[in-house]
């Protein structure tokens, strides 16, 4: 009876139990297959629309560069390439060593772009570290174009095993590009406020209105010195926090920038065929205007745009002699740095890999002698079994 009772009282608990897990339990309902097969909806994945100000500025290029082809196709039409020929032969040694220098220098000034931007984010770098990635990036860009992502890659690529992550390189590449436009912005200013009528020939604007775009520009940067002084100067755009240099810095950027493009000024300055109807300054302020329209064009180097420009402004016994000189620069600044570019980084990687191979190796020998050191066996066997060579 005892037991009976025992087990009436288990089933009954055992019956209760499983009713009031079914009460609590939730019930499960499958969706309808239709339901199943639909992926989840994502709301941020939108198609990338292409924006009022991207397709302004893409016509704004292609005008330029459309522009400064059809003067130069005007220009060249006319021009004997024999007399090219003779013209590049008769440019002087003294000619093309004076230009060299002038390149030189100006390349010298461009590894201070990186110095400088390195100083601002606090980062330690070795100056020939500094001096080969600021140089390569530079020569590659100039004559392939897209400075923003081929300089940056190539600083990439020599900034990394010195430990600059990702976001310290693009750092960088925007300040070093704000150096060279801050220099070149304030030539430009000086250029249109004190030479107006010589760049008049080129954008076709009345001198008043290019005397006043000067004083603008030249304006702008004094109150930025000044707001720089007075005023914190993080800046975020669109996730991308920078500190913007400070009064001293800036300055600084702007002497680099100056040196830089007055010495490639010289460059092309020195190779001219007479400096009878020009003086530097003059050149120099030309000379940056139409740098500044063959990188609004996005061609490479400016190609195309800068040789329209310099065709038209710049006076000259014969135009054959004067594109004979745009030749030699091209070959002089942009070529000869670019193959050199290639080169050294080249070299850099090989001594990379090297060093690589053989850090590899001596870990491989350290972790034998070690393995002998561990294992006696093993030593043994080695050296009582082991042909001898």
């Known amino acids: 009876m005892d ?33 199943l097969a639909l ?17 302004v500025a893409i016509g704004f290029s292609l005008a330029i560069a459309g522009f400064s082809l059809l003067i130069l196709v005007h220009v060249i039409s006319g021009i004997s390439w024999s007399a090219v020929r003779q013209a590049i032969a008769a440019t002087s040694a003294e000619q093309i060593v004076a230009a060299a220098f ?20 606090k980062l330690r770098v070795p100056y020939k ?20 992502i081929i300089a940056g890659t190539v600083r990439y690529w020599i900034y990394s095993p010195a430990g600059l992550t990702a976001s310290k390189v693009a750092s960088l590449t925007v300040i070093a590009g704000a150096t060279y436009w801050s220099g070149s912005g304030i030539l430009l200013g000086a250029g249109l ?59 600084g950027q702007i002497t680099l920038g100056v040196i830089d493009q007055c010495a490639a000024a010289a460059a092309l300055y020195m190779l001219l065929p007479s400096h009878d109807q020009l003086d530097y300054f003059t050149f ?14 996005n061609s490479p180097g400016g190609i195309g745009v800068f040789e329209a420009a310099m065709l038209k402004v710049v006076p000259s016994a014969s135009g054959e002699a ?9 070959v002089i600044y942009y070529f000869v740095p670019f193959v050199l570019g290639l080169a050294f980084i080249g070299a850099h990687e090989g001594v990379h890999r090297w060093k690589s191979l053989r850090e590899a190796m001596l870990g491989s020998e350290e972790e034998a002698v070690l393995e002998d050191e561990i294992n006696p066996l093993r030593r043994w066997y080695r050296d009582k079994w082991r042909p001898k060579q």
């Open 193 to 251: 406020a004190f030479h107006a009528g010589a760049i008049s020939e080129i954008n076709r604007l009345w001198p008043i209105v290019n005397v006043l775009m000067g004083i603008m520009i030249i304006g702008t940067a004094c109150a930025y010195l000044v707001w720089a002084a007075i005023k914190r100067r993080d800046v975020s755009f669109k996730g991308f926090r920078l500190e913007l240099p400070g009064p001293g810095l800036w300055i």
């Open 322 to 330: 004067l594109l004979a000189s745009l030749v030699l620069f091209r």
């Open 39 to 55: 992926p989840p909806k994502d709301e941020t994945a939108r198609p990338a629309r292409i924006s009022i100000g991207q397709l």
């Open 129 to 148: 570290t500094t001096a080969l990635a600021s140089f390569t990036s530079y020569a590659i860009s100039f004559t392939l174009g897209f400075p923003l």
């Open 102 to 121: 002038f390149t030189a220098l100006s390349y010298l000034a461009l590894t201070g772009y990186d110095g400088l931007a390195l100083h601002q984010l």
């Open 284 to 297: 120099a302020a030309v000379y940056v205007f139409g740098c500044i329209l063959g990188v609004a064009s």
């Open 3 to 35: 037991q009976e009772y025992a087990g009436h009282n288990e089933g009954q608990e055992s019956n209760r139990g499983l009713s009031e897990f079914a009460r609590k339990a939730n019930p499960v309902v499958w969706p309808p297959e239709r339901e």
